[in-house]
């Protein structure tokens, strides 16, 4: 069985030039944005590209050989336009699943965003945890066998949210997103029993730390959040090797494979997380 994609266990990771490096970031959508801007900080000597599959967005609702099919095309385009040193997949509704035939493709490192179900095991008292997740993502059988490794001492509710990247999507983009909707979304992840309730809730799509503060205020009672990008991070900046030192301005681009639904306040939100300029390199879904 093989858990461990985040820290990529079982997988040698190329060895990187010293040099100032380019990071892809990738995402389905806007969600890799709060991974984005922890890779950002911790390694402000990168360049940076944004990638976003909006053409293909949402990936949760794609059924596995396509959801596969399409994250290599599109990785084929990027790598091939951008050539990053280390692209990282944002996505857990991508990682749980494409990253083996990724790590087959191409001689580049990829890290993961895998359900942070260690770090909840370790952290809940009431041994009652939750993963928040696309339906896409609590259907894998990656997500299955790391809930069977580490937390196997705990009940845990698998919480496929139909909606709540694509309302995290739509409040980042200013429009209007009700609470009613998100506190729909986030209700069954609350589960009371014998006394006990969960305490620890697993933000396990990237899209979902955006509405953060809107989750803990709809909360059924307070519970701990964990969002995985600073682990994510992390293991990135490892990979990449000590900082370089640089004298010119980084260079940041955010690239869609659609862009068409971008609007005004999206374009605030990405300058935001300092991606002012932005590009497409379309491909519609059904290529
Ligand atoms: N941000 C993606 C994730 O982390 C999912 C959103 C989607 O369904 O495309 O799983």
Redesign the pocket.
């Known amino acids: 069985m093989q858990v461990d994609l985040l820290a990529g266990a079982g997988y040698a990771a190329p060895v990187l030039p010293l040099r100032i490096p380019t990071i892809l970031v990738f ?3 806007l ?2 944005l709060t991974v984005l801007r922890e890779v950002m900080r911790q390694r402000p000597d990168a360049d940076i590209v944004y990638a976003a599959d909006d053409a ?6 794609l059924d596995e050989p396509a959801l596969v099919a399409r994250v290599l095309a599109v990785m084929e385009r990027l790598v091939d336009r951008f050539h990053p040193d280390l692209v990282v997949i ?6 749980t699943l494409v990253l083996p035939a990724l790590r087959a493709r191409f001689a580049i490192p990829f890290v993961g ?1 895998v359900p942070a179900v260690k770090p909840a095991a370790e952290r809940t008292r009431s041994h009652l945890i939750s993963v928040l ?2 339906p ?2 609590v259907a894998r059988d990656y997500t299955r066998d790391l809930i069977g490794h580490y937390a196997a001492g705990c009940e845990v509710v698998l919480v496929g949210a139909s909606r709540l ?1 694509g309302l995290a999507e739509a409040a980042l983009k200013g429009e209007p997103v009700s609470d009613t909707d998100i506190a729909a979304e986030i209700a069954p992840c609350f589960v009371s029993r014998d006394g006990r309730r969960t305490d620890v809730v697993t933000l ?4 979902y730390p955006l509405l953060l503060a809107r989750l803990q205020r709809l909360a059924s009672w307070p519970v701990e959040w964990i969002d995985p990008a600073p682990a994510i991070a992390r293991r990135t900046s490892q990979l990449l090797g000590p900082a370089q030192l640089r004298t010119e301005p980084v260079a940041t681009v955010a690239v869609f494979t659609d862009g068409s639904r971008l609007s005004g306040p999206a374009h605030i939100a990405l300058a935001g997380f300092g991606l002012a300029r932005i590009e497409t390199e379309p491909l519609p879904l059904a290529i």
């Open positions: 995402d389905s959508g969600g890799g293909a967005f949402p990936y949760g609702r944002a996505c857990n509704t991508a990682s965003t997740a696309t896409g993502t990247a396990a799509c990237t899209h």
